[in-house]
């Protein structure tokens, strides 16, 4: 997980060229957002990490967890796919939002372990 949020922070400020705001937003999901599992309802630990930098083109948009899709001169493309991949190993997910006014907002939801005694 750390390496998750290594490379969308990482991203976020590069999208941002030193100039701009990120945020890191988390929270548990409500009971109106629990997600049905495998093995019944799970709830969701939500991770967000917005960036007030361009945005993401709509054309690019269905690519950016695409491997080796990049749109910077020394960017390998590997970034969001590992994490994604990694986000999946989890149990979870990730996804993206553009804004109309700007900006891009990444999403991790990780389910929430349960002890067992």
Do not use: W
């Not at 941002?16 to 999901?29: D, I, K, S, Y």
Request: glycine share 14%.
């Amino acid at each position: 997980m750390k390496q998750v949020l290594l490379n969308l922070i990482s991203n976020a400020l590069d999208a941002m060229g030193g100039e701009g705001v990120l945020t890191l937003t988390t929270r548990m999901e409500t009971d109106y957002h629990i997600v049905r599992g495998p093995k019944g309802h799970k709830r969701l630990i939500r991770i967000e990490i917005a960036d007030t930098g361009p945005g993401i083109p709509s054309e690019h948009l269905a690519h950016i967890f695409d491997p080796f899709f990049s749109t910077k001169v020394r960017g390998t493309g590997l970034g969001l796919a590992i994490s994604q991949r990694i986000a999946s190993e989890h149990g979870g997910g990730l996804r993206v939002f553009c804004p109309a006014h700007g900006g891009t907002v990444m999403t991790l939801n990780l389910p929430v372990g349960t002890e067992s005694a």
